[in-house]
């Protein structure tokens, strides 16, 4: 079993900045790469950004040079700072990480709670 926690999050006004983690905790061989996903009301859970396991990272393109992703792979744990915040970043984030929990390759994707952030204009 796996369980992410999040944390950070809140309220900020735009243009202001916020940060959120997430460690991963349980029986893990190793992990392969973790992310942070949004979500708004009505739509689909969709990519911010992620990192593998050798600090390759991915952006959406509405985050790129505002949002940072990094990861210490010691202490399983993913963070995300966001800069430069905008109304349209409002939404719940969720954390995100394909872990091996065994010998074997297969690899199963695990979830955090989710977290609100909300970007007042």
């Known amino acids: 079993q796996v369980q992410l926690v999040e944390s950070g999050g809140g309220l900020v006004e735009a243009g202001g900045s916020l940060g959120l983690s997430c460690r991963a905790f349980?029986?893990?061989?190793?992990?392969?790469?973790m992310g942070w996903y949004r979500q708004t009301p009505g739509n689909q859970r969709d990519l911010v950004a992620i990192i593998t396991s050798d600090g390759s990272t991915n952006y959406a393109d509405s985050v790129k040079g505002r949002f940072t992703i990094s990861r210490d792979n010691a202490k399983n744990t993913v963070s995300l700072q966001m800069s430069s915040l905008k109304p349209e970043d409002t939404g719940v984030y969720y954390c995100?990480?394909?872990?091996?929990?065994?010998?074997?390759?297969?690899?199963?994707?695990?979830w955090g709670q989710g977290t609100q952030v909300t970007v007042s204009s």
């Open positions: 995100n990480a394909r872990v091996r929990i065994n010998y074997r390759p297969n690899l199963y994707s695990y």
């Open positions: 349980g029986s893990i061989f190793s992990i392969h790469d």
